[in-house]
């Protein structure tokens, strides 16, 4: 505390205002106590956020002042994205912005943050706002093993919704021979992707003997008797021509017919 010599007939004493101290216990050195100018600023790194403060603190984690000013009434935060982890023991660890410390690649923070964290799965911290550090993986891609980037999703594999770390193989019936889709393609008419095919990147034609009239699916029709199918792929098999017949289902080829038929 101080009291200002200008005002002798004053009996009680000021507190020092908040961001200053003063350490004499007024004892012993009146004339260390004539005025608010002899209440010394705290020092960077440090604060004080009472009045009539016999000493300064060093902030806590997380934060920092960098000048000697009354403004060290309160220590300033980390920004988001920035960490210090310092637990108030070094004032030197706290007196300038440059001590809060760049998040690892994959990780974040929050204001005034002591420590950086992981992001969501499913999230990245490349958003370049840093107040919102974590953003969603696009549909068509997953976040990679480390948090760090969005991957586009693999060939056989497709991802319709945003956020998500994983990506889901192509359905039968379906294929993806690309990378980074949202929806697996459908195979085509005369084709198929059956659930024992490892391989999801394509669709196989229809054998012969089979056809198929819709798109998506896992497996092909046989030919009806009467019809047959001398190629693959076919969306329609043949009718048998005139003079010729076949009693068997997935047939290739006709039959003449015998003698007397």
């Given amino acids: 505390r101080f009291q200002n010599s200008s005002t002798t007939s004053s009996a009680t004493c000021s507190f020092c205002p908040a961001g200053r101290y003063l350490t004499d216990d007024g004892k012993t050195h009146a004339h260390e106590h004539l005025n608010a100018s002899q209440c010394l600023p705290c020092e960077p790194g440090m604060y004080a956020t009472s009045n009539g403060s016999a000493s300064c603190a060093v902030c806590p984690g997380g934060q920092y002042t960098d000048a000697k000013t009354e403004a060290n009434a309160h220590c300033k935060k980390c920004a988001p994205g920035k ?85 889901r193989p192509c359905l039968p019936g379906e294929f993806g021979n690309e990378t980074g889709l949202i929806q697996c393609h459908k195979c085509s008419v005369g084709m198929f992707r059956a659930s024992s ?24 029709l046989p030919c009806l008797p009467g019809e047959f199918g001398n190629v693959s792929g076919l969306i329609k098999c043949h009718k048998c021509p005139a003079g010729k017949a076949n009693a068997n289902q997935n047939a290739t080829e006709c039959e003449v017919c015998i003698a007397g038929q």
């Avoid at 999230?123 to 840093?130: K, R």
């Avoid at 093993?145 to 497709?158: K, L, M, Y």
């Avoid at 490892?198 to 092909?220: I, R």
Wanted: charge should be negative.
């Fill in 83 to 167: 960490l210090n982890n310092d637990k108030a023991e070094t004032a030197s660890k706290h007196d300038n912005e440059n001590d809060c410390d760049v998040c690892p690649p994959g990780q974040i923070s929050r204001l005034g943050d002591t420590y950086c964290f992981n992001c969501p799965v499913g999230w990245t911290n490349n958003s370049a706002n840093a107040s919102e550090p974590c953003a969603m993986c696009a549909p068509g891609r997953r976040s990679s093993a480390n948090g760090r980037v969005c991957e586009a999703c693999p060939t056989g594999q497709s991802n319709p919704t945003a956020g998500l770390s994983y990506c």
């Fill in 197 to 220: 095919q490892v391989n999801s990147t394509h669709c196989s034609n229809c054998p012969k003997g089979y056809f198929q009239t819709d798109s998506g699916q896992a497996s092909c």
